[in-house]
């Protein structure tokens, strides 16, 4: 069994994170995804939006994806949630299963700061897809000092699934919400109407 793995504080999910899911199951022959929503992120420096909102919206997202599963685990999770925890139960549940880590480029940029990203590497094969340096939260992120690297090794193993780049990401959304700016085609239709009658991502 081909199992992905896809963790990620969708708030709000976007089409890039479906089409990234579409192109593993395509590239990587996956017979099921688990979409996993982050409980308490760490490594986030704002609050996310409440975990049952953005339960509801992947779940809205990857409805027409029937090898996709939207997994509660970490939401339920007491305390700050790591990606080697999901990983290491879901090796446990699914003993026979090859576990494929789905990236964005970057999360992939960040791993030399993920918890245990060794035992990660161990436990998954790391698939990454690229992203366009034109998102603004990306460009804002790789500025000043460079991040920390992975060793040569570690990287030369990070599998690249072959996707067009697509200038979306979660802040930029909320953004436009924020502003009264139009968000059709950034986001699946489910999602967009979801956001506008839970009136997410206004300000108070």
Request: proline share 8%.
């Amino acid at each position: 069994m081909r199992l992905g793995v896809f963790g990620g504080a969708f708030d709000p999910p976007h089409i890039a994170h479906v089409a990234l899911v579409q192109t593993a199951i395509a590239q990587l022959g996956l017979d099921a995804v688990r979409v996993l929503p982050t409980g308490q992120a760490w490594h986030k420096p704002r609050l996310l939006s409440p975990a049952a909102d953005r339960l509801r919206m992947a779940q809205l997202a990857f409805a027409d994806l029937p090898q996709v599963l939207v997994d509660e685990r970490e939401i339920q999770r007491q305390g700050p949630s790591y990606t080697v925890e999901t990983l290491r139960e879901l090796q446990a549940q699914f003993p026979q299963a090859q576990l494929y880590l789905l990236l964005g480029d970057d999360q992939r940029r960040a791993l030399p700061s993920w918890h245990q990203i060794e035992e990660i590497g161990r436990l998954a094969i790391i698939c990454a897809a690229g992203r366009d340096a034109a998102v603004q939260a990306w460009s804002d992120s790789n500025t000043g000092t460079p991040p920390a690297a992975l060793s040569p090794s570690f990287d030369a193993r990070i599998q690249s699934l072959k996707m067009p780049l697509m200038p979306h990401s979660a802040t930029d959304i909320r953004s436009l919400v924020t502003t009264d700016r139009n968000i059709s085609g950034l986001v699946p239709p489910a999602v967009e109407r979801y956001i506008h009658e839970h009136h997410l991502y206004r300000p108070h």
